[in-house]
């Protein structure tokens, strides 16, 4: 009786050894946490630590490898040479019938883009001008009577503003101004 009473208070120790141990160890969760981590921070070492040129054939590889991989599977393919080179130039004539209608597509939303862009401006220009045009004195449209600019008696038309200041003042010439004076 005594050797099971030591086999059982064993067990309870032990029990109680491993309760304690899992208070002061980390969880396997926790340590499989950590080892992802430090893999994680291995593997940037590694990268930087690496010439652009192999990264550069890491990424060809993955470009050339599938491209490789189907022309062999289309070489070893259970057709006859012409049914191949027929499967194969069909395949290409597809790849670019279908990279041309992209290609029209997306010209065609260039254009319509380089329109709407072309007649919005158009439209904000035409109300630009038309605001400068209500903002413009009397003056600046070319009628000067009645205003500050209409020259006094000592004062002379320039040549090129001469029909102008005519026509706004209601003469058809210069010889009709002439001969309403005498």
Do not use: C, W
């Amino acid at each position: 009786m005594k050797a099971s009473k030591l086999i059982d208070m064993s067990k309870e120790q032990a029990h109680d050894a491993f309760d304690m141990a899992k208070d002061y160890f980390p969880s396997t969760h926790e340590l499989a946490k950590s080892k992802r981590k430090t893999d994680d921070k291995l593997a940037k070492v590694v990268t930087n630590a690496m010439p652009e040129k192999t990264k550069r054939m890491r990424l060809a590889k993955l470009i050339i490898l599938p491209i490789a991989g189907a022309l062999a599977g289309l070489l070893f393919a259970p057709k006859s040479g012409k049914e191949l080179r027929t499967d194969i130039k069909d395949k290409l004539t597809e790849a670019k019938d279908t990279g041309m209608e992209k290609g029209q597509d997306l010209k065609e939303k260039g254009v319509e883009k380089a329109q709407d862009l072309k007649e919005d401006y158009m439209d904000k220009v035409d109300m630009e001008d038309e605001a400068d045009y209500f903002y413009e004195t009397e003056s600046e449209r070319g009628n000067v009577h009645g205003t500050p600019a209409e020259p006094t008696e000592d004062q002379t038309i320039p040549a090129d503003k001469l029909d102008e200041t005519l026509d706004d003042l209601g003469y058809a010439s210069e010889e009709e101004l002439l001969e309403e004076e005498k």
